[in-house]
């Protein structure tokens, strides 16, 4: 007798419902790992999204939890809104390096100042994505962008911004660590960090951010594989990936 | 409950924390930074939800967020501030979600100055965000009338799933008068069929957002704000009558400049000359049919603001040019005295009105004779 061994299938966290994302792009490696995370923890239920603008806009169609959707880079002070009337519940946002890291760094960095009890999925993939591959302030010097056409010139555009070392000096983050999405082994890592995000926030012990190196095949201009070693290339070593603020308290939890 | 002097801004703090405000997002600015700083002590102690955020957009986008799980919440600011939030209503507009938000007008453009105006009249009325959608605008000229319009606020913005404004000048809000508090209401939460409140193994998930990518979805939605829109003008124009049974000239003016031309219409009465005023309370939606209806009956209108004109035009639209509409104001954060709206009075009184020339064009004309 042959025996049928289910090795994959839709987690609980997520709906019936067929992404809009590239082939290719890691957007969905990070929801499915945020869904099963919400699952094995037994939160879907009192979990409310904070959608993002950019790419992961419509986020809101893939997750069976309650979402609303902000204005670009405005994910934080919402979260900050719904978190603040509803201590019980479970909030996160989702947001990309656009969003996050340029327009919404006012944003980011209180919350994390205020030690919100926040998890924020935070998607570094090096542009923006959702208005065709402009420059972000996580764009790699050198690499070629619609707004970069020759490269992106340190010299007048600047250097990129490394958001998890930035906000681990912040004294009210919790947990705040990089991880990335181009292998099997970094997938389960970054499934772990997640999870201890979400710790971090259930118990209540500050801000939490995971950051992930992502790819994005169609404004790289790569097949999916070229855009995976990428990442592992180029991406890993301009932004090192590691634990930049895990509080005294979060490294107890034992899971 | 017995009269109490209340500062304008601190009272209507404490009106909004009577009528069941559970969070209140804020950031320092002058005229209106006794709201923020009372509902500093006032909120915690009731513990309710009080942050002093970042920026005007992070408290704005707090207010989008808590709004989303149907508590009352509310933010307050002052000019510039405000321009700031205007990402942030349309958002909140175009999301259905209930929100107060109180703006303590300064002295404009720019940083402008610190003293009372009314020059986000158009701002506040005529949108200020982008899209298309209409905010209530409640414009109370008296520190009771701020107590009752931010108690009002809440319930319109509520029975509305829409923004409702409270705009005063800063004058109402940093003037001490006698005024009497509604009662403590508890808090309740009501069971909202759009929260997002998490399901909490109660229902289907739910989504909260401004976003129809579909053009025929988004018509749909400008159309269900319009309609709405339809039955607040129905049943929510509010405005007070003053002397207009048998007025000739009727003066329109809201907030402080209405409040002062009434002392100039008391003046005129007792010299004989039959004037009355009208001061809308919502200048959104603004009272267009009795000014029509007026329009009628009087000889000739007279518009007192504080600002270059900008509820004037609305004025116009409603006399429709049947009797000639004349234009008084002061701007930049100058507040007229009586005796100034009291000539304009006397002079419309004394002489034949043209309905040939525009009301602000005659009205720059006198002032470069002064």
């Known amino acids: 007798m042959a025996t049928e061994n289910l090795v994959y299938d839709r987690p609980e966290g997520f709906t019936d419902t067929p992404t809009h994302y590239c082939p290719g792009c890691t957007h969905g490696v990070a929801h499915r790992l945020v869904a099963e995370v919400l699952e094995d923890m037994g939160l879907i239920d009192k979990t409310i999204g904070v959608a993002p603008v950019g790419c992961a806009v419509f986020a809101y169609n893939y997750f069976d939890t309650d979402f609303v959707e902000a204005p670009h880079g405005r994910a934080p002070a919402m979260a900050t809104g719904i978190k603040r009337v509803l201590p019980d519940r479970v909030v996160f946002t989702y947001q990309g390096d656009g969003d996050l890291a340029s327009i919404g760094m006012g944003e980011i960095v209180h919350a994390a100042a205020r030690g919100e009890n926040l998890t924020v999925i935070f998607i570094n993939n090096a542009n ?20 970069s056409p020759n490269g992106r010139d340190v010299e007048t555009q600047g250097y990129p911004i490394k958001v998890s070392e930035m906000l681990s000096t912040l004294e009210g983050v919790g947990y705040c660590v990089r991880r990335s999405l181009h292998d099997p082994k970094n997938i389960r890592l970054a499934k772990k960090a997640i999870r201890m995000a979400f710790e971090t926030q259930v118990r209540g012990l500050g801000f939490s951010m995971v950051e992930l190196l992502s790819t994005c095949p169609t404004n790289w201009g790569m097949t999916p594989v070229n855009s995976l070693k990428f990442v592992e290339e180029h991406m890993v070593p301009a932004f090192p990936l590691g634990d930049y603020k895990i509080s005294e308290a979060i490294k107890q939890i034992k899971i | 409950m017995p009269k109490e002097l209340w500062k304008g801004n601190e009272a209507i703090a404490e009106a909004a924390v009577r009528a069941g405000l559970e969070a209140y997002f804020g950031y320092p600015i002058t005229p209106q930074t006794e709201i923020l700083e009372y509902l500093s002590r006032r909120m915690p102690e009731l513990g309710r939800t009080f942050v002093q955020a970042e920026s005007e957009l992070g408290a704005i986008n707090m207010v989008y967020g808590a709004a989303c799980t149907g508590v009352r919440v509310m933010s307050s600011s002052s000019s510039p501030g405000v321009s700031l939030m205007m990402e942030g209503i349309s958002y909140i507009a175009g999301t259905e979600v209930p929100a107060v938000l109180v703006n303590v007008m300064r002295g404009g453009p720019g940083l402008g100055n610190i003293a009372p105006a009314q020059g986000d009249y158009n701002q506040a009325v005529h949108g200020g965000g982008h899209g298309d959608y209409q905010p209530i605008v409640l414009a109370p000229a008296s520190v009771q009338e701020a107590i009752d319009l931010t108690v009002l606020s809440f319930d319109l913005a509520e029975k509305y799933r829409a923004i409702c404004m409270v705009i005063l000048d ?7 008068e006698p005024a009497q508090m509604p009662e403590m209401k508890p808090i309740q939460r009501a069971n909202w069929d759009w929260a997002t409140d998490g399901k909490m193994g109660k229902r289907e998930r739910r989504i909260l957002t401004s976003i129809y990518l579909d053009p025929i979805e988004e018509e749909k939605l400008n159309l269900r704000l319009l309609n709405r829109w339809r039955t607040i003008q129905a049943n929510e124009i509010r405005y007070k009558e003053y002397f207009l049974d048998d007025a000739e000239i009727v003066i329109v003016g ?17 010299q004989g000359i039959k004037v009355g005023l009208l001061r809308p309370i919502t200048v959104s939606p603004f009272p267009s049919e009795v000014i029509d209806q007026l329009a009628g009956r009087a000889e000739a209108f007279l518009v007192t603001e504080m600002n270059s004109g900008q509820m004037l035009e609305d004025v116009r639209l409603a006399v429709k040019g049947r009797v000639p509409v004349e234009f008084y104001g002061r701007l930049g954060g100058v507040v007229p005295f009586p005796d100034e709206i009291l000539s304009e009075i006397q002079r419309m009184a004394k002489i034949k009105l043209s309905a040939n020339v525009h009301p602000r064009d005659a009205w720059l004309e006198r002032m470069a004779k002064v």
């Open chain 1, 128 to 147: 923006y994505g959702m208005t065709g591959g402009q420059m972000a302030p996580t764009t790699l010097p050198g690499m070629k962008t619609t707004s």
């Open chain 2, 170 to 176: 800063g004058c109402v809000g940093q003037m001490m």
């Open chain 2, 254 to 270: 809201f907030g402080t400049a209405g409040r002062v031309a009434l002392s100039a219409v008391r003046t005129a009465r007792e």
